[in-house]
């Protein structure tokens, strides 16, 4: 049978992004084919399709690191054909074609069963950035960060990740900093919830002191570099900043005050690689406690044959909100 998907091919160096008819016999050796409904985009599909051998070592290559859809058949013992599912993570898109074509096929223990009340649809507007944010929120309340232990901050606010965590800040009743580089956006931060706006460049830079102005109980920072450097040392006594990206920059290059005389905790996440309990425990949270009503107003649809143009904005650093490939 043959599939349409984005395949990403090397040539000389470089790398193009063109859409392809497939075969599904060209699919990996796992045991359970699902037919894919939708899928979104993420800053690591964009370094896949890109040529960052970091993420993928091997081209051609179909990137999409999650994906919702239907169990085709499978020869595994967990489900059956007609159950509706979602996989996130773990090697797909990276080294095993993704959910940038119509097919993917996958380890069982990769899956996790559609949630009663989460449409397929809600689950890809959340998609890995929103898995990534719920992760992060997980940590921080385990920590045990309240609403009224004073404001919080989410960093690349306007991104993926960042946008869900602050929907989901707002919605646990925590006051919310918005931290982006992109102030013409501060009314429709402030309309899914920021109490304050301010100007990433006013934090992107070497680290200001070691001990600033105790002004955050927590945060979930997306990007990293200087800016989480400087946010590191804004916080207040026994805060938690939960950190997942790096499109701000690799290194980090703050002080070790915060942590001995605030006690700061700095918890890391890895979304790709968490354990299949703990994805299934943020899923349920979405379709329960945590489910953001309006997930789907923020959210641009295409089809796979927009996806070259959507992978270069990323890219740039100039997509706002979620972006989700909608299948026939
Ligand atoms: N650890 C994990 O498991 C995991 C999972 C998902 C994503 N991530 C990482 O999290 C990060 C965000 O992912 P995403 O999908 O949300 O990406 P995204 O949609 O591209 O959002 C990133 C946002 O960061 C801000 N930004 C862009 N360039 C920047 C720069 N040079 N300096 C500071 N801020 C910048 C922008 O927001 P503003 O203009 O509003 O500032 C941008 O919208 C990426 O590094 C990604 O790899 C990690």
Redesign the pocket.
Known sequence: MDYRALITSEDNKTFINSIEKRNITDLPNNDTLIKVKYSSL???D??SASGNKGVTRNYPHTPGIDAAGIIEETSGNVFKPGDEVIVT?YDMGMNTFGGFGEYIKVPQEWIVKKPDNLSLSESMAFG??GL?AG?CLRKLLAHGLKPEDGDVFV????????IIALMLFKKLGFNVT?????LD?EEFLKNLGANQVID?NTL?LDLISPLQKPIYSGGID????K?LANLICSTSQRAAIAC??????LSLDTSIFPFILRGLSLFG????ESLIDVKKEIWSNFSSSWKLENIDENIKNISLDELPNEIEK?LK?N??GRVRIVYD
Do not use: E, P, W
Not at 155 to 162: E, K, N, P, Q
Not at 178 to 182: L, M, N, R
Not at 269 to 272: G, L, N, P, T, Y
């Open positions: 993420n800053y690591k964009a370094l993570g890995t950035a990534t992760l960093s690349g606010v306007t991104g993926g990740v960042g918005a931290i982006t580089g992109k956006q990433r992107d997306a990007v990293g570099g800016i997942c990206g790096m499109v701000g920059g996440i890895d979304s790709a990323i650093g997509q706002i």
